[in-house]
């Protein structure tokens, strides 16, 4: 069976509240902070490196389709022209 102890019962960790110190001496909403910070110089910067926007309008949606083509017509033109070298004679 079990005995009856005289020991005090044991104390319940304190609740997680946003002045919890939890790192560094940091409390948590100091880290939470901090991360978010990254986290959104990170997205800043994949921004700026790649050119992510997305079109507003359907207008700039058929624009830039409109440019696409036109771009693709135009490489594959310039795959037809001949090399300079073929187009000019070298006198000599």
Partial sequence: LSQATTAPPKKKPDPVTSETVVIWGLRLWQVIGIFAIFVLAVIITLCCIF??????????????????????????????????????????
Wanted: aromatic letters at 4%.
């Fill in 51 to 92: 050119k992510c926007r997305i079109p507003r309008t359907r207008k700039e949606i058929e624009a830039r389709y409109a440019q696409r083509q036109a771009a693709k017509t135009y490489a594959d033109k310039l795959d037809t022209v001949p090399p300079l070298n073929e187009l000019t004679e070298i006198p000599g």
